[in-house]
């Protein structure tokens, strides 16, 4: 089996390699191991309910491994009865089964790579998983949120990282307990040139950025579909229609620094060491907050200073600041303007009618695309970040069902309204 990976001692977000308690360290050195970047679950702002540890957590970080496991694709042939295959029966043989037909099959058998490092992303819990994935229920999260039927593969998707260069590069699926990947007889496969390649059922799609992402300058790039071997193609029809689109020659499976992985359910941000060395740190999103605090801004009703909070609270006070979507004053919680029954306020500022919503900070560094101060909020839901952030998220059209897209806020993936789906801040204080 895959080794877990190193973990990152007293680091957060380390990845781990079980459900249960935390296994003790591999390497004592291993925070000082080489990083090659994080994969962050759009949605969840830097952190996971009930608990963030383990397996399942909000971000996962991928580190070199004590010795090398990742594999590349060593010979293939054809078999007509591939359950009965050595390949397959093989628990210690990676190999990839495309069924053809009922009495044909081609194997492809992969063997070790010392050069390599492999990472396994998908819904099981099995041991191969480094990091379970599962679909993201959009809002606020508080406690444990299942979804009765998911959409995610058991064994999503692997990532292969070479030790030396540190290129990481996606793949659609991962290799089961048995070390087998199996594209059943309905699977979307093709050959080409004695090769042969496929989709998964609803596909693993990426969006590279086509300008660098962190820098202030970001701006999303066009959806793709990865297959099996690695190769990217144009989308699908729908998520799983049987015919796929066009090879994009000029596009690789490499990922960038910002390049969005969706697993029809769930969708991350892959985050390079390098690219994280140029992003805002959780204590500078602190830090600003304790800014603007520090600022003492003031209701204009109730005439209290408000507070800002760094996490999201199920309950209100009255120095909770909320923000009028119409019109983006921040004021307190209170009566004046409300129509009952509806969340329907007038702002006493500027008389708009609209929704208000409580504010908190954006506190997961891996959304931010500079490291401007949180003057935007995202329509509807409040979460606050910089000017360029909300902007750029805004314009991400993330994947939605079968064949659909809508924006939606990184912090709490709720679906963005409105004409921009943001709204510029305005506090009563020295803040604005």
């Not at 359950?83 to 053809?100: G, P, R």
């Not at 994935?133 to 508080?142: A, N, R």
């Not at 019109?327 to 029954?341: A, F, I, M, S, Y």
Request: charged share 20%.
């Amino acid at each position: 089996m895959p080794d877990p990976p190193i973990i990152e001692e007293g680091g957060e977000g380390a990845g781990e390699g079980g459900d249960a308690a935390p296994p003790t360290p591999r390497h004592h050195h291993s925070k000082h191991q080489l990083k090659y970047g994080e994969l962050v679950i759009l949605g969840y702002n830097g952190y996971l309910p009930p608990c963030d540890k383990g397996r399942r957590r909000s971000k996962f970080v991928l580190h070199r491994r004590p010795g090398a496991n990742g594999v590349k694709p060593a010979r293939h042939y054809v078999v007509r009865t591939p359950q009965n295959t050595q390949a397959i029966l093989d628990t210690q043989q990676h190999s990839i089964s495309y069924t053809l037909s009922r009495n044909q099959a081609v194997i492809v058998e992969y063997q070790l790579d010392s050069e390599t490092d492999m990472f396994q992303i998908g819904r099981s819990s099995e041991t191969p998983i480094d990091f379970v994935v599962m679909d993201t229920i959009p809002g606020d999260k508080h406690g444990e949120m299942k979804v009765t039927q998911s959409t995610i593969s058991r064994f999503a998707c692997r990532i292969i990282a070479h030790r030396t260069t540190r290129t990481t590069q996606v793949y659609a699926a991962g290799f089961d307990s048995s070390r087998n990947i199996f594209l059943g007889e309905k699977a979307t496969k093709w050959q080409n040139n004695g090769e042969i390649d496929g989709l998964t059922t609803n596909g693993v799609l990426i969006m590279h950025p086509p300008t660098q992402f962190c820098g202030g300058e970001a701006r999303p790039g066009i959806w793709r579909e990865v297959s099996v071997g690695g190769g990217v193609y144009a989308l699908r029809e729908s998520r799983s229609a049987p015919q796929k689109g066009n090879k994009i020659e000029e596009e690789t499976n490499v990922l960038q620094d910002g390049t969005l992985i969706d697993l029809c359910g769930a969708t991350l941000l892959w985050r390079s060491a390098e690219g994280l060395g140029k992003s805002p740190t959780k204590r500078h999103l602190e830090q600003m907050v304790d800014e603007l605090n520090a600022g003492r801004p003031q209701c204009p009703v109730g005439l209290n200073t408000l507070v800002i909070p760094r996490k999201a609270t199920l309950t209100s006070t009255e120095k909770q600041p909320v923000v009028y979507l119409n019109c983006g004053h921040v004021q307190g919680l209170h009566e004046w303007g409300h129509e009952k029954d509806s969340n329907s306020h007038t702002c006493p500022m500027c008389l708009k009618v609209g929704p208000v919503v409580k504010l908190c900070m954006g506190i997961e560094p891996a959304f931010y695309v500079d490291s401007g101060p949180p003057t935007f909020c995202f329509n509807p839901c409040g979460h606050m970040a910089s000017e360029k952030t909300v902007r750029y998220w805004a314009a991400v059209p993330i994947p939605h069902g079968t064949n659909g897209f809508h924006a939606a806020c990184p912090f709490c993936a709720s679906p963005l309204e409105g004409d921009a789906g943001f709204v510029r801040l305005i506090f009563q204080d020295n803040c604005d």
